[in-house]
């Protein structure tokens, strides 16, 4: 017999913790702490790349307003607007690879 791997079907549950995340940090780090929900793939996918994807936000948006000598700052706040693009993918139940970073996090061995 092939052994297939056992993919646990993804829930509204976890669709909306993974949503949640992108825009609302702190949920992505409570997710990897809570043990029930760290252990569902789909949930810890989205919170670790969703850690790593507003870390690259906000250095970017550090070097943003550094180079604008400070004109910039008012556009850094704009930038989390971005997170909703992966959080909608999230909320729909995809597994949403976004360039460079996903591949970054897969390859850490974090997901």
């Not at 789909?42 to 790349?49: D, L, M, N, P, R």
């Not at 971005?82 to 995809?94: C, D, N, R, S, V």
């Amino acid at each position: 017999m092939s052994e297939q791997q056992f993919t646990p079907e993804i829930t509204s549950d976890d669709k909306l913790w993974a949503a949640l995340g992108y825009p609302i940090v702190i949920i992505a780090l409570i997710v990897l702490f809570m043990e029930d929900k760290k252990a569902r793939p789909f949930i810890k996918y989205h919170a670790v790349q969703s850690l790593a994807f507003n870390i690259v936000l906000g250095v970017v948006g550090i070097i943003l307003s550094t180079v604008t000598l400070g004109i910039g700052a008012i556009c850094v706040p704009l930038l989390w607007f971005i997170t909703l693009w992966p959080a909608y993918e999230a909320y729909q139940g995809h597994y949403q690879e976004l360039p460079i970073l996903t591949n970054f996090i897969k390859n850490q061995g974090w997901v």
